[in-house]
C-alpha cells in the first residue's frame, strides 16, 4: 500500500536545493520567518556524505527547521519522516524529528504531541539518521499519534542541547510506510506465514492450529493451494478460503466460527464434499447445533450414508440441518436393489425370518414383498451367521416357508446405519428425488425426528421411510409431498410419501399430491391434523385408493381438520402375525373430528372409510365420525363408509361405544349417525311395531340398543281409546338386524320417536 502512488498524494518536502525560502525557522505556517538569507544556514553541494545539503548552526535553545509544504495527513496513512544529519563542528546538540499539527482551518492542534525522540550527536563526521513515524492511529510504533482532527503536518526537525555548533542536514524524506502495519491492519493471519505448504502431500495441520491459536480475533486465510491436514483439526476463528484442504476420511474438519455449507463446500472444493465434511462435523461439537445450507443446493449423484459420514451408531443430542436444496443427480448409484430369496416364518416368533437364502447379500432396509405380508414391511436388522431377518412389522398370513422378495430403495440422506438416533431435525430443506431416488430413511431406533417445512419433490419410490421405531414421537410438519406419478391413474401409483412403525407422530399441515398412499401408519397415539391429502386423477368414474391406513385394531389416533380429497381412510390389521380376534383391544380408539371429505368423478361404490378386518372376531370398540363433511362432485355415491370383508367380517353384535354425528352429506345417496333417531309412526293397531334404521346405520351393523322410546302424542287402540303405557323394545329384529321391535301388550296405534343404537355405550 502506496498512497502517493494510489491516491496520488505529495508527501515530500522540497529539497533544500530548492531555496531556502521554502523552509521555515518556525512552525511552517504561511507567514512565519524562512532561512532565506538568514547567516546561520547556507547550502553546500559538495559534501562527501550527502549530495546536497543545508549546513545549519544552532543559534537558539531550539533551532526548529519546518517545511513551508503541507504534507498530508490521513485514517490509514503511516508517514515516517527521516532525516540524516551529522556534527561538523563545535558544541555536538541533539537531533529529533518534529511537525507542526494543522487542522482544516489552519489551526494548530495542540492536544497531539508534536516532537519525536532526541537523538544526541557524538561525533563529527559521523552521519546519524533520526526518525519518527505520523499517523492518526494510535499504535504500537507510531511515535506521533495524531487524531483525525489533524488534516496536514509541516514536518522538519529540531536541534536541541547547546548552542553554537554545526550540523549538515540531508534532504529530509517522507516515505509511506502503511506497508509496516498491514498485519495489523488487516483482520486475517495467513497458514503460510505459520509453515503451511499447500502442496497436497505435507501435513499442514500443525500450521493450521498454530495460525488459530496467534489468530486472537482475525480470521485465518487459507491462500491458494491444497492444504493437506492428515489430523482431527478444529479451527475456533473465523476462516476464508482461496485454497483447499484435503483430509482422510476419518478426520474431521470443525469449523466453528464458519459452520456453513458455503465455507464447507470452498474448503473442499466441492458442494458434494463440502456437504459430507460438515455433515460429519455435525455430530462432533456442540458450538452449534444447526448446519446451515446457506440456500445452496447439493448435487448428489448417490446416497449420503450419514451414520457412515460421521462415524457413529448412536447419538441423542439435537441436532439440526436446514436452509438448502438436495438435488438427485441421474445416474448409477441410485439403481433399485432387489432379491429374491426363499424363508421360513413362524407367528410365535414374528419378527424374525428364519433360514434365509442367501442372507448376506439382502440389505438393510429393504422392503419385503411377498404373500401373506402388509404393506410397508421392512429388513430392520439381520444376522448372517445365523440366517435370519428383523422385520419391522410382523406378517399377517407367512406361516411357513415361502419366497419373499426384498427391495432396497436408495434415499438421498440414508439414517439406517444408525442403532440410535434422536432429536435429529430437517428444516427447509427440499429433497428434489427427479424421480430416481427416495427422500430419507430414518435410523433403526430413535426418538422426535422432526421435518419442517421440507419438500419432497418427486421421489421414486418414498418420501420419509421408518425400518424400525426412529419414528418414534416423529414431527412432520408444514412440509410438501409432490409425487412423481401425478399423471398417472390413482391405481397405477406405487409412491408412499412416508410411513410409521412407532407411536405418537405428528402429521400437521401437510400437503401431499396424488401419492399412491400419504401415509400407512403403524403405532398409537398419533395426532393427524389440518393436512391435504389427495389423490385424484382425470379418469372418469376413476378408481380410488387410501390417502391414510392404520395397520393395526386400537390406534388411538385422532385425525382431524384435513382435507381429505380423493382418497378414503382405511383401517385394518394387516401387521399382526395372528389377525383373529383373541382377547386383545380391538378397532378402537380412532376419531376422526371436522374434517373436510371430497371425492369428484368417482364410481359409486366409492367410500371414505374403509374397515378391513385380516381375521375374524373383531368389531368396532370406541370410534367416533363426528363433524365431518362429506361431498361428491360430478357424481353421487351409495354412502361413506364400508367394511372390507374380503378377508373378514367384523362382529356387529359386540359394537361398543360408537359415536356418529353431526356429519353433512352432499350427493351422499344415504347418511348415516349413530345413535339413529326414527320417527315410527303405526297407521294399524299391533301389539308390536318393528322400526327399522333403514340404512342409516354405520357399516351396515346390526342395532344392539334402543335407548329411549318416546310417544308422540296419543297411543291409542283401534277404536281410538287412549292407552297410557311404555313399551318392551327388543333390539336386533329383521333380517338384517337393523330393526328393533316395540311390545305394547295389545294393539295400539300413533306415532313414536325411537332412539337406537349400533352399540352399546361403556
Known amino acids: 500500500m502506496n498512497k502517493a502512488i494510489t491516491d496520488g498524494l505529495v508527501l515530500m518536502p522540497p529539497p533544500f536545493s530548492a531555496g531556502l525560502n521554502l523552509w521555515s525557522r518556525e512552525d511552517g505556517t504561511p507567514g512565519s520567518a524562512s532561512y532565506q538569507g538568514q547567516p546561520n544556514a547556507a547550502l553546500v553541494t559538495n559534501d562527501q556524505d550527502f549530495a546536497g545539503c543545508l549546513e545549519l548552526q544552532k543559534t537558539e535553545a ?3 527547521l519546518r517545511s513551508f509544504a503541507q504534507t498530508p495527513i490521513q485514517p490509514g496513512l503511516y508517514l515516517r519522516v527521516s532525516a540524516r544529519v551529522k556534527a561538523v563542528s563545535g558544541n555536538l546538540p541533539s537531533v529529533r524529528i518534529a511537525a507542526w499539527a494543522g487542522d482544516v482551518n489552519g489551526q494548530n492542534v495542540a492536544t497531539v504531541v508534536q516532537e519525536g525522540s532526541s537523538v544526541a550527536l557524538t561525533g563529527y ?20 499519534a495524531w487524531t483525525t482532527q489533524v488534516a496536514y503536518a509541516h514536518v522538519g526537525l529540531d ?3 547547546p548552542n553554537g555548533g554545526v550540523v549538515r542536514i540531508d534532504d529530509l524524506v517522507v516515505e509511506d510506510v502503511t506497508n509496516i502495519f498491514i498485519r495489523k491492519l488487516m483482520d486475517w493471519v495467513d497458514v503460510r506465514d505459520y509453515g503451511a505448504l499447500g502442496n497436497g502431500t505435507a501435513n499442514d495441520s500443525a500450521a493450521f492450529l498454530a495460525a488459530d491459536a496467534d489468530a486472537q480475533g482475525r480470521a485465518i486465510l487459507v491462500p491458494s493451494g491444497v492444504f493437506r491436514l492428515n489430523s482431527n483439526v478444529t479451527i475456533n476463528s473465523r476462516i476464508r478460503f482461496e485454497g483447499t484442504v484435503s483430509m482422510p476420511s476419518n478426520r474431521r474438519l470443525v469449523l466453528t466460527r464458519n459452520y456453513d455449507l458455503d465455507t464447507y463446500s470452498q474448503a473442499f472444493g466441492s458442494e458434494v464434499e463440502g456437504f459430507r465434511r460438515a455433515m460429519q462435523a455435525l455430530f462432533y461439537f456442540t458450538d452449534h447445533v444447526t448446519l446451515d445450507l446457506s440456500g445452496r443446493r447439493v448435487d448428489l449423484t448417490e446416497p449420503l450414508d450419514v451414520a457412515a459420514v460421521a462415524g457413529l451408531t448412536n447419538f441423542s443430542t439435537r441436532r439440526v440441518v436446514r436452509n438448502g436444496s438436495l438435488n438427485a443427480v441421474p445416474g448409477p448409484g441410485w439403481q433399485t436393489e432387489e432379491f429374491t430369496s426363499v424363508a421360513t416364518y413362524s407367528p410365535a416368533n414374528n419378527l424374525v425370518l428364519t433360514g434365509v437364502a442367501n442372507v448376506a447379500s439382502i440389505p438393510v432396509g429393504s422392503l419385503v414383498i411377498g404373500t401373506g405380508v402388509g404393506r410397508e414391511v421392512y429388513v430392520r436388522s439381520k444376522n448372517v451367521a445365523a440366517g435370519t431377518i428383523e422385520l419391522s412389522q410382523p406378517l399377517w398370513g407367512a406361516a411357513g416357508t415361502r419366497p419373499y422378495t426384498f427391495r432396497r430403495f436408495k434415499y438421498m440422506l440414508d439414517f439406517s446405519g444408525f442403532d440410535l438416533l434422536s432429536r435429529f431435525e430437517l428444516e427447509d430443506i427440499e429433497f428434489f428425488g427427479q424421480g430416481v431416488c427416495s427422500g430419507v430413511m430414518l435410523p433403526v431406533t430413535g426418538a422426535t425426528m422432526r421435518f419442517v417445512s421440507c419438500s419432497f419433490n418427486r421421489p421414486r419410490d418414498r418420501g420419509i421411510t421408518s425400518i424400525g421405531t426412529g419414528c418414534q414421537g416423529m414431527f412432520v410438519d408444514m412440509c410438501q409431498f409432490l409425487s412423481n406419478e401425478q399423471a398417472l391413474n390413482a391405481v397405477d401409483r406405487t409412491t408412499i410419501a412416508l410411513n410409521i412403525n412407532a407411536n405418537d407422530t405428528k402429521l400437521r399441515n401437510n400437503r401431499v399430491v396424488r401419492f399412491a398412499h400419504f401415509a400407512v401408519v403403524n403405532g398409537t ?15 372418469p368414474a376413476g378408481l380410488r385408493r387410501a390417502g391414510l391406513i392404520f395397520t393395526q385394531t386400537n390406534v388411538s389416533t385422532v385425525v382431524t381438520g384435513n382435507y381429505i380429497d380423493n382418497c378414503f381412510i382405511e383401517w385394518g390389521n394387516e401387521h399382526d402375525s395372528a389377525p383373529e380376534w383373541d382377547g386383545e383391544f380391538s378397532f378402537g380408539g380412532l376419531n376422526i373430528v371436522g374434517n373436510v371429505f371430497i371425492a369428484s368423478n368417482t364410481s359409486s361404490s366409492f367410500r371414505w372409510l374403509v374397515v378391513r378386518p385380516y381375521g375374524p372376531g373383531h368389531y368396532l370398540n370406541g370410534f367416533s365420525l363426528v363433524s365431518n363433511s362429506f361431498r361428491v362432485f360430478n357424481a353421487t355415491i351409495d354412502r361413506v363408509e364400508m367394511v372390507d370383508t374380503s378377508l373378514a ?8 361405544n360408537v359415536r356418529v354425528e353431526g356429519n353433512s352429506f352432499n350427493n351422499v345417496a344415504q347418511g348415516i349417525l349413530n345413535p339413529v333417531i326414527v320417527t315410527h309412526t303405526q297407521n294399524t293397531a299391533a ?5 327399522s334404521a333403514g340404512g342409516f346405520i354405520p357399516f351396515g351393523a346390526r342395532i344392539r340398543m334402543v335407548e329411549s322410546v318416546q310417544p308422540e302424542g296419543t297411543i291409542s287402540t283401534s277404536s281410538n281409546a287412549a292407552r297410557y303405557m311404555f313399551p318392551n323394545a327388543t333390539p336386533g329384529t329383521g333380517t338384517q338386524g337393523n ?3 316395540l311390545r305394547w301388550g295389545e294393539a295400539v296405534r300413533g306415532k313414536a320417536i325411537v332412539t337406537m343404537r349400533m352399540d352399546m355405550p361403556a
Open 125 to 144: 563526521g559521523e552521519v546519524v539518521t533520526v526518525s519518527a513515524i505520523i499517523s492518526p492511529a494510535r499504535r504500537t510504533g507510531v511515535d506521533l
Open 159 to 161: 536541534l536541541t542541547g
Open 62 to 64: 531550539t533551532q526548529r
Open 649 to 656: 367380517m367384523l362382529d356387529f353384535a359386540r359394537s361398543r
Open 687 to 691: 301389539e308390536t311395531w318393528n322400526v
Open 739 to 741: 330393526e328393533a321391535q
Open 525 to 539: 397415539g398419533h395426532l393427524i391434523h389440518a393436512n391435504h391429502f389427495f389423490q385424484g386423477d382425470e379418469n
